[in-house]
């Protein structure tokens, strides 16, 4: 079931989703080879909980961390431990944030100092592809416009769309209905968006294959051909002014994606 969210609830989603976006800027900022994973994550739960807020991820499902910490060929859901960042990988931050009951949730992928020219692109080609999904999340559209707006853009680059992670809807529960997937389905769920929808949208994109395995600690995902990997999130809000993006970095408010 799909639950709208009135405006109250959309405000506390909105204050939840700051949270997040100030701790990846400050993730970001901070990043600099020779930090462990580790490291990163005890900087991000302390400055959640400094905000009044608690770490979403910390927990769930028995994950054991605040962030997930992927990098270069990891997808998603990586652990933080004693990897130390190097210069030239990618490193994709993925946080999450509960606050008031309602949970924010948001991620981006940082190069680490000079990138390679496949690997630049593979970030530029994530992010638009994004915000070209966010474009889509209007009332009386579908939900598989969004699914085949993000497809359309990163394949048309020559690049793979992850199948086994999806977005989600989210409010007072981390995961929520609808699935979000990033690639278009002809038989898959696609009700009407409607106002009050609140959407975490997330492409993974592969340099290469989109198929992926999960490694022996039962979490970090990578790709199966040992190729690069990126992964961008917003939380958003569907509304007839048009996308809010609640978890915008830069803290602005209402705006077309």
């Known amino acids: ?7 109250a ?3 506390k989603l909105y204050a939840s ?4 976006a100030e701790t990846l800027l400050m993730l970001k900022e901070k990043l600099v080879p020779g930090m462990t994973t580790a490291e990163i994550d005890a900087l991000a739960e302390q400055a959640i909980r400094k905000a009044g807020a608690e770490p979403a991820f910390k927990g769930y499902n028995g994950f054991p961390a605040t962030v997930c910490i992927s990098i270069n060929e990891e997808v998603v859901h990586g652990i933080p431990g004693k990897r130390r960042i190097k210069k030239g990988d990618v490193v994709s931050l993925d ?7 309602f949970y924010g949730d948001a991620a981006l992928t940082v190069p680490v100092g000079e990138i390679s020219p496949v690997a630049r692109k593979l970030l530029r080609v994530t992010e638009e592809s994004l915000y070209k999904g966010i474009e889509k ?6 939900l598989a416009d969004i699914s085949a707006a993000v497809q359309n853009h990163v394949e048309a680059y020559g690049f793979g769309v992850v ?15 609808p699935q979000i997937a990033n690639f278009y389905s002809p038989s898959a769920f696609n009700p009407r968006l ?7 949208l997330e492409p993974m994109v592969n340099q290469g294959t989109f198929k992926v395995r999960v490694l022996s600690d039962g979490w970090t995902a ?3 051909d040992g190729k690069l990997s990126a992964h961008y999130e917003h939380t958003i809000a569907v509304t007839a002014a048009g996308p809010w993006i609640l978890s915008r970095i830069d803290g602005a408010d209402k705006v077309r994606a």
Not at 1 to 7: A, E, H, W
Not at 95 to 101: P, Q, S, Y
Not at 163 to 177: A, M, Q, S
């Open 222 to 224: 990578v790709t199966q």
């Open 95 to 101: 946080v999450g944030t509960v606050l008031d009951g």
């Open 1 to 7: 079931m799909i639950i709208l969210k009135n405006k």
């Open 194 to 200: 409607k106002g009050g929808m609140v959407l975490a």
């Open 137 to 142: 999340a209007v009332p009386g559209g579908r």
């Open 163 to 177: 199948r086994d992670f999806v977005g989600h809807g989210i409010g007072r529960n981390l995961h929520e209905d």
């Open 9 to 11: 609830e959309l405000d």
């Open 17 to 20: 989703n700051q949270i997040v």
